[in-house]
């Protein structure tokens, strides 16, 4: 996967937020709006829409990129709110408080791929 040459906070605009907060272990996909156009999307943008076409957490593609958490989590909410991603929620919190036996299954599967 290609890393990018210029600093992280030039990416973003020097934004350290955005308008959406990405968990490190929520799910990206492209959707099909994300289609490779140059007049509509930004070269990271390309990028992380061709390493989403397979489901991905935050945390996987910032590892991916070689990229700050915080700045793929900027790049991903600008991603999301242009509609070039899905952002698939999941329930992270059981009834009582504890986390759900579907997140702890998600975290185990990304512990054994290390």
């Not at 943008?45 to 390493?51: G, Y």
């Not at 590892?63 to 700050?68: I, Q």
């Not at 790049?75 to 036996?101: C, F, K, T």
Request: with cysteine; net charge positive.
């Amino acid at each position: 996967m290609s890393t990018f040459r210029v600093r992280p906070y030039t990416v973003t605009g020097g934004r350290t937020r955005s308008t959406t907060t990405l968990a490190i272990e929520t799910i990206v996909t492209t959707n099909q709006r994300a289609a490779p156009d140059a007049l509509t999307s930004t070269a990271e943008h390309r990028i992380i829409s061709d390493l989403c076409r397979h489901p991905h957490s935050v945390a996987e593609v910032a590892a991916r990129l070689r990229l700050p958490l915080g700045v793929v989590r900027v790049l991903l909410a600008d991603m999301s709110d242009l509609s070039l991603i899905d952002v698939h929620a999941q329930d992270e919190v059981s009834g009582d408080g504890r986390p759900s036996l579907a997140l702890m299954e998600r975290v185990l599967v990304g512990l054994r791929r290390i």
